[in-house]
Each structure stands twice: as structure tokens, then as C-alpha cells.
């Protein structure tokens, strides 16, 4: 069976970031590992 990108990602666990362990809810779909705040100390 195919799925769509939207069903796929909404059967995804809740991403975490990779510094403070926060979830990453509005960014499952994206390729960063860390939430606005950990990004914004990087940049
Ligand atoms: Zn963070």
C-alpha cells in the first residue's frame, strides 16, 4: 500500500532535538535534529 507524505509523517514519533531532548512538533518534516531555540544558538 502507498501512503501519502502527510499520512507518512503523521505516523512518525514525535522528533526530539538532539541538544535539550524538546519535541520538534511544526519541523517532523524537516531535516534538522534541533528545536528553534538550539538552532538559533548555532547560527
Ligand atoms: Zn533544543
Given at each position: 500500500m502507498i501512503m501519502s507524505s502527510t499520512e507518512f509523517f503523521r505516523n512518525l514519533p514525535p522528533k526530539e532535538c538532539?541538544?535539550?531532548?524538546?519535541?520538534?512538533e511544526e519541523m517532523a518534516?524537516?531535516?534538522?535534529?534541533?528545536c528553534e531555540d538550539c538552532e538559533a544558538e548555532i547560527h
Amino acid at each position: 500500500m502507498i501512503m501519502s507524505s502527510t499520512e507518512f509523517f503523521r505516523n512518525l514519533p514525535p522528533k526530539e532535538c538532539a541538544k535539550c531532548g524538546d519535541n520538534i512538533e511544526e519541523m517532523a518534516d524537516c531535516y534538522n535534529h534541533e528545536c528553534e531555540d538550539c538552532e538559533a544558538e548555532i547560527h
